[in-house]
């Protein structure tokens, strides 16, 4: 079974094409306009030991709003794609991560359910040139088009970059843990029978 998929996005603000295979060894190749989101899914991918390959490009002359959202468009796709009808995963992932002064948590559950709760109160503020505000509609586009439950929050840190590491790393080993096939799951992990 592939657990794979290809998604492109053409719009008028953003171009992105990506490549997901759920089964892989934490290599990414990504390259978009915003070098944050760029260092944020290289960290994603390597800790949840996926392969991801993204190109992308944005109307970042405006912001990087439309950019940073349409990635997890693609991305929330892609998982979406990849499952496929999700038999035998575990479906549900948590990590705890610390990161120098800060610890992050991030549960995902592939429910067939979009919801996003995030409680990482984060100034309007920037990393670089990055506004960290982005990262919740980020993840909010994720969960809206992965059909998932993702729980994000923060017990404490003060530094901004690694609050916002510690997120992506966890939420990488988070998704490793609820798309990891379980030899016991007959079907899939649902009184109901179906996700």
């Known amino acids: 079974m592939s657990r794979s998929a290809t998604i492109d996005r053409q719009t008028?603000?953003?171009?992105?094409?990506?490549t997901l295979s759920l089964d892989g060894s934490g290599s990414g190749q990504i390259a978009t306009p915003v070098p944050f989101?760029?260092?944020?899914?290289?960290l994603m991918v390597r800790h949840g030991f996926f392969d991801l390959v993204v190109q992308a490009a944005g109307d970042v002359e405006v912001d990087d709003h439309h950019t940073v959202e349409d990635l997890g468009i693609c991305l929330g796709q892609a998982?979406?794609?990849a499952l496929g009808d999700k038999q035998g995963?575990?479906?549900?992932?948590d990590a705890v991560v610390p990161m120098d002064?800060?610890?992050?948590?991030?549960?995902?559950?592939f429910s067939g359910r979009a919801r996003l709760v995030f409680n990482v109160p984060l100034p309007k503020a920037r990393v670089g040139t990055f506004e960290v505000e982005l990262v919740e509609e980020f993840f909010a586009a994720f969960c809206n088009h992965a059909?998932?439950?993702?729980?994000?929050n923060l017990a404490y840190g003060s530094n901004l970059h690694h609050i916002v590491e510690a997120v992506f790393k966890a939420f990488g080993r988070?998704?490793?843990?609820?798309?990891?096939?379980?030899p016991r799951v007959r079907g899939v992990l649902s009184t109901k029978g179906k996700l």
């Open 101 to 109: 002064e800060t610890l992050a948590t991030v549960a995902v559950d």
């Open 174 to 182: 988070a998704l490793d843990a609820a798309t990891g096939l379980d």
């Open 12 to 18: 008028a603000e953003t171009q992105i094409h990506l």
């Open 147 to 152: 059909a998932a439950n993702v729980h994000v």
């Open 89 to 93: 995963i575990r479906r549900y992932g």
């Open 79 to 81: 998982f979406a794609r």
């Open 37 to 42: 989101m760029n260092h944020m899914l290289n």
